[in-house]
């Protein structure tokens, strides 16, 4: 359940951004007739670079000019072709979300990068992910932390991740097939909570299961006023919100309360 994550100067800039990818895509095609391992490196190299430029864009806004080394050298490592359709495989490193089907798309690589820099994540710690997709976040998350429990709605989306999870050595990740508003009561609380659906407002399951002293990133809002949120939990338990920059992300599946969707 992966959104198209995108905020404005990626999304206005989106077609020169594809544009760009197509150029590489296609010199790399013509020099050898398909894609390697290393036509794939160049690409996650210039990927990243995308990632910088549009983290110096915001900077004013995420109150930093770059992002974590350990993130950033996550982004670089995780293959990202391998967690899109491989009919979009070279495309997989422009900076756009790309459709992974049931009307889903994996986010764009700045988004994930930027979430992923918010929830501060340590060695020890563990994660819950809500909107698994095709798994990609949910491999950047495993390179970070300790545990990663995350959970998709839709069945065909989570056996696929799961096979390529599987394949990228991801061990040290739990998926569950449920309606991810109500979270994963049995593993927690959870040091950090990443969601990639958005609700009208914050599904309070969600805040119960933060650890005190945890962190959650959520896009939360009405369609078209949406906002990436950091929530915070003291070691009180008092919680306190931060709007960090205006996106689109699909809709996060709702259910009345004690439901799931398997």
Not at 24 to 48: C, N, T
Not at 181 to 203: M, R
């Amino acid at each position: 359940m992966e959104s198209g994550a995108s905020f404005a100067y990626i999304s206005e800039g989106r077609h020169s951004t594809l544009a760009c990818a197509e150029c590489h895509v296609s010199r790399l095609w013509l020099q050898d007739g398909g894609m390697s391992v290393k036509d794939f490196e160049i690409l996650r190299q210039h990927m990243l670079v995308e990632i910088c430029a549009g983290t110096f864009h915001v900077s004013d806004v995420i109150g930093k000019a770059t992002l974590d080394e350990r993130v950033m050298a996550a982004m670089g490592k995780v293959p990202r072709h391998e967690f899109v359709p491989v009919e979009l495989q070279p495309y997989a490193y422009a900076n756009i979300p790309l459709p992974i089907g049931f009307e889903k798309t994996i986010s764009q690589p700045f988004i994930v990068a930027l979430m992923t820099d918010l929830l501060d994540i340590r060695a020890e710690d563990t994660v819950l992910e809500i909107g698994t997709g095709l798994g990609y976040q949910a491999a950047i998350l495993a390179q970070l932390a300790r545990k990663v429990y995350s959970i998709e709605i839709i069945e065909e989306l989570a056996r696929q991740a799961k096979q390529r999870l599987r394949q990228q050595g991801c061990t040290n990740i739990e998926l569950k097939i449920a309606n991810g508003y109500h979270g994963w009561s049995e593993h927690a609380p959870f040091d950090k909570v990443i969601v990639t659906a958005a609700p009208d407002l914050i599904p309070p399951p969600l805040i119960h299961q933060l650890k005190a002293g945890g962190k959650m990133v959520i896009p939360a809002g009405l369609p078209d006023a949406q906002q990436l949120v950091l929530v915070e939990k003291n070691g009180n338990g008092k919680v306190t919100t931060r709007e960090i920059l205006q996106v689109r992300f699909s809709q996060l599946e709702d259910t009345e309360p004690g439901t799931t969707s398997n």
